[in-house]
């Protein structure tokens, strides 16, 4: 069964920095892409950036390009989201989901990040 | 890349048939055969409907089924059931030279 786990729910300060993960099991984690996905309270989805683990070939939307950085190590499939100083702006439900060309077939529990002072 | 765009609402009556559409540009939806549709019930992750326009996942009922014409891309749900009331998004591929992927703005869908 393909599974896709993350990281439980952060709280974090403004400035403050954070990783997230998503843990890939039940597949070959390196011969398919991993995909992130943001989506604001009450908002819809937002497609944040895309990595294949196999060779870290990694893509940005051009609207988070140098605002996150996405990883992954294929020792342990897993794939990371991660802000080096957080703002309020930041809050919101971050979705990892695996994916071949066109489509995001199995998708993680999403991570719950709140940035508050 | 600007979101795809999608009616904010369409509602039906249980055994209806409904259609949301998605429009995009000739970058994306108009150049690729590559638009996939997406379910969200609330407080759940994303479950994936249709893929390549017009294919379904093993498991989705027959009743979801997608077109594509020029930059417009629909989703029609046949036999409205209750379980269908959710958030349905579109998404298309737009290219590894830009953005890779762009999401539709998000349609609610109400049963009557």
């Known amino acids: 069964e393909v599974q896709l786990v993350q990281s439980g729910a952060e709280v974090k300060k403004p400035g403050e920095s954070l990783k997230i993960s998503c843990k890939g099991s039940g597949y070959s984690f390196t011969s398919y892409w991993i995909g992130w996905v943001r989506q604001m309270p009450g908002k819809g989805l937002e497609w944040m950036g895309i990595i294949y683990p196999g060779d870290s070939d990694t893509r940005y939307s051009p609207s988070f390009q140098g605002q996150v950085t996405i990883s992954a190590d294929k020792s342990i499939s897993t794939a990371y989201l991660q802000w080096s100083s957080l703002k309020a702006s930041d809050t919101a439900m971050y979705y990892c989901?695996?994916?071949?060309?066109?489509?995001?077939?199995?998708w993680g529990q999403g991570t719950l990040v709140t940035v508050s002072s | 890349q600007s979101a795809l765009t999608q009616p904010a609402s369409v509602s039906g009556s249980p055994g209806q048939s409904i259609t949301i559409s998605c429009t995009g540009t000739?970058?994306?939806?108009?150049?690729?055969?590559?638009v996939s549709w997406y379910q969200q019930h609330p407080g759940k992750a994303p479950k994936l409907m249709i893929y390549e326009v017009s294919k379904r996942p093993s498991g989705v009922s027959n009743r979801f089924s997608g077109s594509k014409s020029g930059n417009t891309a629909s989703l029609t749900i046949s036999g409205l059931q209750a379980e269908d009331e959710a958030d349905y998004y579109c998404?298309?591929?737009?290219?590894?030279?830009?953005?890779?992927?762009?999401f539709g703005t998000g349609t609610k869908v109400t049963v009557l």
């Open positions: 000739s970058s994306d939806v108009g150049s690729y055969n590559l």
């Open positions: 989901a695996s994916s071949i060309v066109g489509l995001f077939d199995y």
């Open positions: 998404c298309s591929y737009a290219g590894s030279s830009t953005s890779f992927y762009v």
